[in-house]
């Protein structure tokens, strides 16, 4: 039976409204897998092939990251990244995880064009991966330096002879898990620790000689711990100039990177993960969730490091109204 006229306007109709609908579908799929892409890699996901200058903050106490690390790799890899900033504000942390990030930056150098630009404070392993880039930028008032290592555990001996607690342990040779905090420290554990601590520091005053070109001896009258503000770092060569990021992009166009490109931040995946201690010790004060990052400001996370410590931690902080 041949169709009325009226029916096959209203197929025809139909047809192009399931058309609509199917192009939409697709295009709203597309946009949510943007978004969902987006939200999981950010800046690095919409750069993927648009050429920037990528930007890495190094904030905080320095452990081994394999995040952070696994970044810089990706960064190191990503055919659009031309060059380099990594932003240090930080007073230093492990030894180990400072040579860990100080490893990676080199691998990374030798790739690309890398540059240190220095907020409030680059300090110990701070300013051992700072000097892992081949310029350094640091404000007038920046602190820079603390060059040096350091191990510190607590004497709970006083504590136990008051509350009348008494430790018993049986070991295999006596500088087994020493020094403990529930002995006091005996003097062949004090030259063992002072051995390893020397050792470790030696390493580091050679690594600030090599990539700051400086005779060691020069070297080791500035790593007596002492920190600098960036004006004086800059008179003593541990900086190369003063300045921000500004300087610093200036400094990659002199590597043959586009001075004009945009500067994209590569941020961490997880940005809130923070500090496993930190964040217990936030929920169980009844904290919010940013409550670990509050607590990781107030360097409760130094309290808990293990091992060597490059670390600057002063008795109280320089302010200026």
Do not use: C
């Not at 166009?253 to 500067?263: Q, R």
Request: net charge neutral.
């Amino acid at each position: 039976m041949a169709l009325r006229a009226d029916d096959i306007i209203d197929r025809r109709r139909l047809r192009r409204k399931l058309t609509f609908w199917r192009i939409a579908a697709i295009v709203v799929a597309a946009l949510a897998i943007g978004a969902v892409s987006s939200w999981l890699y950010g800046e690095e996901f919409r750069s993927s092939t648009t050429n920037h200058i990528a930007k890495v903050k190094i904030e905080g106490t320095i452990t081994e990251n394999e995040e952070l690390l696994e970044r810089l790799e990706r960064i190191r890899k990503s055919p659009a990244v031309k060059g380099v900033i990594l932003s240090i504000d930080s007073p230093g942390g492990t030894t180990a995880g400072g040579e860990a990030i100080f490893d990676q930056v080199r691998l990374l150098a030798k790739e690309k064009p890398v540059v240190a630009q220095v907020g409030t404070l680059a300090a110990s392993a701070g300013y051992m991966i700072a000097s892992a880039t081949d310029h350094i930028v640091a404000r007038k008032s920046s602190i820079v330096g603390s060059i040096g290592v350091l191990v510190q555990f607590p004497d709970l001996t006083g504590l136990m002879d008051k509350v009348g607690i008494k430790l018993e342990e049986v070991k295999s040779s006596p500088l087994k898990a020493e020094p403990s905090p529930f002995n006091p420290t005996t003097e062949e554990e004090r030259a063992m620790i002072r051995s390893m601590i020397l050792d470790s520091y030696d390493w580091f005053v050679g690594i600030v000689a090599d990539r700051r070109t400086l005779p060691r001896t020069e070297v080791m009258t500035l790593a007596d711990g002492s920190v600098f503000t960036g004006r004086q770092a800059l008179s003593r060569k541990l900086v190369d100039s003063l300045g921000g990021e500004r300087e610093a992009i200036e400094w990659l166009g002199t590597k043959g990177v586009d001075s004009k490109l945009k500067v994209i931040e590569w941020e961490p995946k997880s940005s809130r993960g923070g500090f496993l201690f930190a964040n217990a010790l936030a929920k169980s004060l009844g904290l919010p969730e940013y409550g670990a990052d509050l607590l990781k400001e107030l360097g409760v996370d130094r309290i808990f490091l293990d091992g060597m410590l490059s670390v600057w931690h002063p008795e109280k902080a320089v302010l200026t109204d």
